[in-house]
């Protein structure tokens, strides 16, 4: 069974759309994350939530807008599509990031290319 | 701003070699640091985690090593295989995650 899973692994599509990629965990974790990998393979982090609650925010476009209907799920939707947008995007769990021990564990990656 | 290096970026050996992979942090005042291996059309798999008050952990043929105080880190991998092939990524927690840029292993048979 995959612990963190992500869908889809792949996703092309035009500059202007609205997409969404769903990540889902099976560990009993508290904490869910959404990373981007950047052109120089460096993944910086997005959101952050913790139980169905916002903790991290970091600075990214309106457009991107994380949702969590439960501690189980963490998805991200993104509108009006930019080029820029172009990357791969991970998703993540920790058991409870107020430990700052606990290690993560990443879903595969979803490579979206934005045309 | 936190800024993570990873020297080499890529590392070839032949198999059964012992190997060393740096990592170097700009801020020590993390709370803890992993190592994390990328095989190709996989997510990251967590090696090792070293709290900020350790200096090392050990996984079978991985030992890791952390000094804050100089903001380095080390990932020994005694007897090369090939099945170790991947990139290696080092990654230090203040508030956030912040990785470096991997280190990608090539162990030939």
């Known amino acids: 069974d995959t612990a963190v899973s992500q869908t889809p692994k792949y996703l092309v599509t035009q500059m202007g759309n609205d997409k969404s990629i769903k990540c889902e965990q099976n560990l009993g974790h508290d904490t869910m994350y959404w990373y981007k990998q950047d052109s120089k393979k460096f993944l910086k982090i997005m959101f952050s939530?913790?139980?169905?609650?916002?903790?991290i925010n970091e600075t990214v476009p309106n457009r991107f807008s994380p949702k969590s209907p439960d501690k189980a799920h963490l998805n991200l939707h993104i509108n009006s599509l930019e080029l820029g947008d172009s990357a791969v995007y991970f998703c993540?769990?920790?058991?409870?990031?107020?430990?700052?021990?606990?290690?993560?564990?990443f879903g595969e990656g979803s490579r979206l290319t934005v045309l | 701003k936190q800024e993570v290096t990873q020297i080499p970026a890529a590392l070839s050996v032949p198999e059964g070699e012992n190997l060393v992979l740096n990592c170097s942090f700009t801020d020590s005042a993390i709370y803890n640091l992993q190592w994390f291996r990328r095989d190709p059309g996989k997510g990251l798999t967590s090696l090792l985690l070293i709290q900020s008050s350790q200096r090392e952990q050990t996984s079978g043929r991985l030992n890791a090593s952390l000094d804050k105080s100089s903001g380095r880190s080390t990932l020994y991998i005694a007897a090369s295989q090939p099945g170790d092939s991947a990139t290696y990524l080092c990654a230090v927690e203040i508030n956030m995650l912040t990785f470096g840029g991997g280190t990608r292993l090539m162990v030939k048979p």
């Open positions: 939530y913790n139980n169905k609650e916002l903790i």
């Open positions: 993540a769990s920790s058991q409870d990031f107020r430990q700052n021990t606990g290690e993560l564990f």
